[in-house]
């Protein structure tokens, strides 16, 4: 499976961006669909997931309740909404597949995902 982000961009903190994946080949229901981001400096980090199944959702700490995650099974994309952008979201922003261990199971981890997209840049002005 190959992943293409987009919709990266500058914004100006306080705004917001939508970020968008699309997948090479149709999603299994076995599958969760996640974004991770890079910051410089610092190691790439879950930002949320969702069940390609049952649309279960999982967010970390640090965007709950800014930032919304959706797909959609005819497109065959994810999608980020990202609201209330603060200067500490800049960073780089990939999408990734991974498939369940057991269903439901949803690693949110690095190490987890098995397949990666190129990332896009996010940047949030002061």
């Known amino acids: 499976v190959q992943l293409q982000a987009s919709g990266g961009g500058l914004v100006q903190a306080g705004g917001s961006l939508r970020l968008s994946c699309a997948a090479s080949?149709?999603?299994?229901?076995?599958?969760?669909m996640g974004w991770f981001r890079q910051a410089p400096g610092k190691e790439r980090e879950f930002v949320t997931a969702?069940?390609?199944?049952?649309?279960?959702?999982y967010y970390s700490e640090a965007v709950k309740g800014r930032f919304k995650i959706s797909r959609d099974a005819v497109e065959n994309t994810v999608s980020l909404q990202m609201n209330s952008l603060k200067p500490e979201d800049t960073a780089v922003y990939s999408c990734a597949a991974e498939r369940e261990i057991f269903p439901g199971h949803c690693t949110r981890s690095v190490y987890g995902m098995d397949y990666w997209g190129k990332g896009t840049q996010v940047t949030v002005s002061s």
């Open positions: 080949e149709p999603i299994l229901s076995s599958y969760h």
């Open positions: 969702i069940s390609w199944r049952e649309g279960s959702t």
